[in-house]
């Protein structure tokens, strides 16, 4: 089981930046990948940014160049840095961790979500 818990959203104006938290807790060690997924008003959730256990890193086209994903040293918190932060970049923001439950699948854990909204 793997618990994770989200922080750091809120009300920016366009051009600001945030920093969002998650801590991970439980089995930790058993973490394939960690990511954050972001759901708007009316649409899918998706991928905002992944990292994986050996601490490669995938974005969205969308926040390329603007939002960067990391861990600490311990590997049990992920933030995310969001810069140049545009209105459409608002959302509830979902962490997530993967985790093997055999060779051919994976289990999601998720977090309770994150508010970000951004004004214009």
């Known amino acids: 089981q793997v618990h994770l818990v989200e922080s750091g959203g809120g009300l920016v104006q366009a051009g600001g930046s945030l920093r969002l938290s998650c801590a991970a807790s439980?089995?930790?060690?058993?973490?394939?990948?960690m990511g954050w997924y972001r759901q708007a008003p009316g649409k899918q959730r998706v991928l905002v940014a992944a990292?994986?256990?050996?601490?490669?890193?995938n974005y969205a086209d969308s926040v390329k160049g603007r939002f960067t994903i990391s861990r600490d040293n311990a590997k049990t918190t992920v933030y995310l840095q969001m810069n140049s932060l545009k209105p459409e970049d608002t959302a509830v923001y979902y962490c997530?961790?993967?985790?093997?439950?055999?060779?051919?699948?994976?289990?999601?854990?998720w977090g309770q979500g994150t508010q970000v909204t951004v004004s214009s």
């Open positions: 997530n961790a993967d985790v093997p439950v055999n060779r051919y699948s994976l289990r999601s854990y």
């Open positions: 439980g089995s930790i060690d058993s973490i394939l990948t």
């Open positions: 990292i994986t256990s050996v601490d490669s890193t």
